[in-house]
């Protein structure tokens, strides 16, 4: 139960990424989320929304594991896995605030499948 609860966690978080990504970007709260000045937003952001869709599908896979219950364990495993090593990469190379984020909670949630 506790997985379940994490893994829709990182399902809403990167819902919510993908509206800022998508939607927001070159808004008062995508700008502000992200840094970023009018100029900066709007010369990014097609590249913002491409990345925006791969958040949305982070998220599909994640509920379509849920949704298989007890079968979708190697679904799960796999989305968590990705977001976790998306979340590192983006520390690494952009803000460490991205692997508190990010990769955490997938990794909080990969735990809590595993130990459960």
């Known amino acids: 139960m506790l997985a379940n609860i994490l893994i829709v966690l990182v399902a809403l978080l990167h819902l919510y990424f993908l509206?800022?990504?998508?939607?927001?970007?070159?808004?008062?709260?995508?700008?502000?989320?992200?840094n970023l000045?009018?100029?900066?937003a709007e010369m990014t952001k097609s590249m913002a929304a491409n990345q925006g869709l791969y958040?949305?599908?982070?998220?599909?896979g994640l509920l379509w594991g849920l949704n298989l219950g007890a079968e979708g364990l190697h679904i799960k495993v796999f989305f968590l896995a990705c977001v976790a090593?998306?979340?590192v990469f983006g520390a690494m190379t952009v803000s460490r605030k991205i692997f508190y984020i990010q990769a955490l909670p997938?990794?909080?949630a990969l735990a809590a499948l595993w130990l459960l």
């Open 55 to 60: 958040n949305g599908f982070l998220a599909a």
């Open 106 to 108: 997938a990794l909080l």
């Open 85 to 87: 090593v998306a979340g």
């Open 19 to 34: 509206v800022l990504e998508m939607v927001l970007w070159d808004k008062p709260q995508g700008m502000k989320a992200f």
């Open 37 to 40: 000045t009018p100029e900066k």
